[in-house]
Nanobody, 125 residues
Framework: VQLQASGGGVVQAGGSLRLSCAASGRAFSKNVMGWFRQPPGKERDLVAAINWSGGNTYYADSVKGRFTISRDNAENTVYLQMNSLKPEDTAVYYC???????????????????WGQGTLVTVSS
């Protein structure tokens, strides 16, 4: 099982990036998927998560109204559209998936069983 995150890069404040996380090795169409981020020297926190159907989402307060999580179950892929980026959004972004099917969204990283390798997002001021 592999989660491959991509789409990170360097962007100026106010700009946009779209992260993608493609899963392989098993289907995650019935699983919660999320995006975490870890700024330099800080802990890893949940940024956004989406349930299996896409009907329930979670956003950290710091990104509400700027980030949008979505998924394409046919492609086994989850996306994070990031707009109006700020320097404080600079971090390594990780995609993750829960192992349990039809689960609720959990906010802590220990609830997620599968992890991508991380993609670095740098927002310059």
């Amino acid at each position: 099982v592999q989660l491959q995150a991509s789409g990170g890069g360097v962007v100026q404040a106010g700009g946009s990036l779209r992260l993608s996380c493609a899963a392989s090795g098993r289907a995650f169409s019935k699983n919660v998927m999320g995006w975490f981020r870890q700024p330099p020297g800080k802990e890893r926190d949940l940024v956004a998560a989406i349930n299996w159907s896409g009907g329930n989402t979670y956003y950290a307060d710091s990104v509400k109204g700027r980030f949008t999580i979505s998924r394409d179950n046919a492609e086994n892929t989850v996306y994070l559209q990031m707009n109006s980026l700020k320097p404080e959004d600079t971090a390594v972004y990780y995609c993750a998936a829960e192992a349990s099917r039809y689960s609720r969204i959990y906010y802590y990283d220990y609830a997620y069983d599968y992890w991508g390798q991380g993609t670095l997002v740098t927002v310059s001021s």
